[in-house]
T-cell receptor
Framework: KQEVTQIPAALSVPEGENLVLNCSFT??????LQWFRQDPGKGLTSLLL?????REQTSGRLNASLDKSSGRSTLYIAASQPGDSATYLC?????????????FGQGTRLTINP | DTEVTQTPKHLVMGMTNKKSLKCEQH?????MYWYKQKAKKPPELMFV???????INESVPSRFSPECPNSSLLNLHLHALQPEDSALYLC???????????FGPGTRLTVL
């Protein structure tokens, strides 16, 4: 059974720092991995999707990497801003034929201090 | 347009009420999802519709009844809910069931 872990559960850093959020998964047989952010009481916003054949994806100040063989993904945020404060969730889609479910981690709650 | 809309934003209902949550997308997506999310937890999948057919029901109690009237709309009918059903209900859609998922803003449901 696929399990996804995000460490740390919470992170607080001063504005302007570069930071890395970690995601690990137990079964390397994945179709893709998706990173989301969620503001309190709101829906999830898709940040980046990495297909299993890809090593990384970039969008603005965000860069996500994927090492499928070791079961790890990282989300790199450059020059952090207070507006980046949110909970960040990673989710994997298993490579089982017909797999339609995302398996979510518990999330990392990020606070950027001005 | 990568928008999924949900109505209402907030809903308070008694345990004997019948209500419905609505979700709409106009991205031509053929897979739509209902999730339930409790505070400080990740979303839990409830139902998946693929090409307007129910393809996954995650053993959800029958007091939750999904409906997909057409490829753009998804409803969740609620009846005889319990206080523990209070949560944020999220709708999502994707081009097909293996592609990037886009979420709506959610409906905050309170059951009294």
């Amino acid at each position: 059974k696929q399990e996804v872990t995000q460490i740390p559960a919470a992170l607080s850093v001063p504005e302007g720092e570069n930071l890395v959020l970690n995601c690990s998964f137990t079964d390397s047989a994945i179709y893709n991995l998706q990173w989301f952010r969620q503001d309190p009481g709101k829906g999830l916003t898709s940040l980046l999707l990495i297909q299993s054949s890809q090593r990384e994806q970039t969008s603005g100040r965000l860069n996500a990497s994927l090492d499928k063989s070791s079961g790890r993904s990282t989300l790199y945020i450059a020059a952090s801003q207070p507006g980046d404060s949110a909970t960040y969730l990673c989710a994997v889609r298993p490579e089982i034929q017909g797999a339609q479910k995302l398996v979510f981690g518990q999330g990392t709650r990020l606070t950027i201090n001005p | 347009d990568t928008e999924v809309t949900q109505t209402p934003k907030h809903l308070v209902m008694g345990m004997t009420n019948k209500k419905s949550l609505k979700c709409e997308q106009h991205m031509g997506h053929r897979a739509m999802y209902w999730y339930k999310q409790k505070a400080k937890k990740p979303p839990e999948l409830m139902f998946v519709y693929s090409y307007e057919k129910l393809s996954i029901n995650e053993s959800v109690p029958s007091r939750f009844s999904p409906e997909c009237p057409n490829s753009s709309l998804l409803n969740l009918h609620l009846h005889a809910l319990q206080p523990e059903d209070s949560a944020l209900y999220l709708c999502a859609s994707s081009q097909d069931a293996r592609r990037e998922q886009f979420f709506g803003p959610g409906t905050r449901l309170t059951v009294l």
